[in-house]
């Protein structure tokens, strides 16, 4: 029944009807308007079953991360390798990457991404940290991967622990292995490696001069380079320290120059 029904049926009743039927449309069509200002208060269980807010959509003002570990593309990542199966490479200083940022135009993610060496994602670093200390022997499938990542043109930055003797032979031994036919050899104060940001002419020991930088070079290109002493930086590492090697003193500004060579070669 309409509206206008009901009021003309009102008009032939008493006065009093009418009244009472015109309060009650006013307070109904109040109670309505109240209705939708506020709601009753939620009960315990539907508080406990509500969903919580979603956020707002993106407005695409912020770049979607393309690189492996989150980082926008333009941002250069490092990879801290796992590798021997589960040996880590955690007492190798990140800082030197906050050096680069200050000193040349290369933006970095200030941080190391952990990478297992037999992976997939180790061709997503153009540079990578392999450091430690005691014995280790590395499985085919890593010494495989080690390899076509250097053949593709990534960088292998390899750091005895705290000089480590055990970790230096074991070293050794994989590198025979993965690059029987390009050994280590000695780089010399000129290449560019430490030319690259900064103007390094020497290299300065913890306690006395330090043994030359190492490296693996195919072709033109070094693919691998490796100091026995160490490149560690453990001044800027958290329960790290360096107590009984001979730790390269001025490996911050060395490991900038090796990024930048890795990007640059």
């Not at 008493?14 to 200002?37: E, H, K, W």
């Not at 990534?154 to 993965?178: I, N, Q």
């Not at 003193?249 to 930048?260: D, E, P, R, S, W």
Request: aromatic share 8%; glycine share 8%; proline share 7%.
């Amino acid at each position: 029944m309409s509206l206008q029904t009901t009021t003309h049926r009102a008009r032939r009743r008493p006065a009093l009807f009418v009244m009472s039927l015109i309060a009650c449309l006013l307070f109904g069509s109040l109670g309505l308007l109240a209705a939708g200002d506020s709601a009753p208060p939620a009960t315990p269980s539907q508080a406990a079953n509500a969903k919580p807010a979603q956020p707002p959509a993106p407005t695409g003002d912020v770049p979607e991360p393309k690189q492996q570990g989150g980082e926008p593309d333009g941002i250069v990542q490092v990879a801290n390798l796992v590798y021997a199966g589960t040996k880590g490479s955690k007492c190798f200083s990140d800082h030197f990457l906050i050096d680069a940022e200050k000193a040349s135009s290369i933006s970095t993610s200030r941080r190391f991404h952990f990478v297992k060496l037999s992976s997939e994602e180790l061709f997503e670093f153009p540079l990578v940290i392999m450091t430690g200390e005691g014995a280790f022997e590395l499985p085919d499938a890593e010494r495989q991967n080690l390899r076509k990542f250097v053949e593709n043109g990534g960088l292998l930055l390899a750091s005895a622990g705290c000089s480590s003797p055990d970790w230096d032979k074991s070293f050794r031994a994989e590198m025979a292995k993965v690059f029987a036919d390009h050994p280590l050899h000695n780089l010399t104060m000129d290449h560019p490696i430490f030319h690259t940001v900064y103007d390094v002419t020497e290299l300065k020991g913890l306690h006395s001069a330090p043994r030359p930088l190492e490296a693996v070079s195919i072709g033109d290109r070094v693919g691998v380079i490796y100091s026995v002493d160490g490149l560690n930086d453990t001044a800027h590492t958290t329960g790290c320290c360096c107590c009984g090697g001979n730790e390269i003193t001025n490996c911050a500004q060395i490991n900038v120059n090796i990024l930048a060579y890795a990007l640059l070669y």
